[in-house]
């Protein structure tokens, strides 16, 4: 089994920042992509930003130039650096990883729990 964590969330004033992280364990052989997700109240979940396992990234419109997708392989962790923060991006984020528990299997996907983040003067 594998189980994605996330931390780092919590309420910041507009313009601040925040960096969130994700920390997969269990039965990992390799993880394929990342991705962060937000689901603010009342709307649907949305992509933030995904990084390959090679390290090629993309980001949603709304938060390009803002925010920053990274990872460190050796330690199975994702991280989501949130800069400029504004009211709009307060949500629930949540990682989702792609993960393949033997040589053998197949990818399946993950997620984790979700952390909030508030931002608000």
């Known amino acids: 089994q594998v189980q994605l964590v996330e931390s780092g969330g919590g309420l910041e004033q507009p313009g601040g920042s925040l960096r969130l992280s994700c920390a997969a364990s269990?039965?990992?052989?390799?993880?394929?992509?990342m991705r962060w997700y937000r689901q603010a109240p009342g709307k649907q979940r949305e992509l933030v930003a995904a990084?390959?396992?090679?390290?090629?990234?993309n980001y949603a419109d709304s938060v390009k130039g803002r925010f920053t997708i990274s990872r460190d392989n050796a330690k199975n962790t994702m991280y989501l650096q949130m800069n400029s923060l504004k009211p709009e991006d307060t949500a629930v984020y949540y990682c989702n990883a792609d993960v393949q528990t033997g040589y053998r299997d197949l990818l399946a996907t993950y997620w984790g729990q979700g952390t909030q983040v508030t931002v608000s003067s």
């Open positions: 990084i390959s396992s090679g390290g090629r990234t």
């Open positions: 269990g039965s990992i052989f390799s993880i394929s992509y």
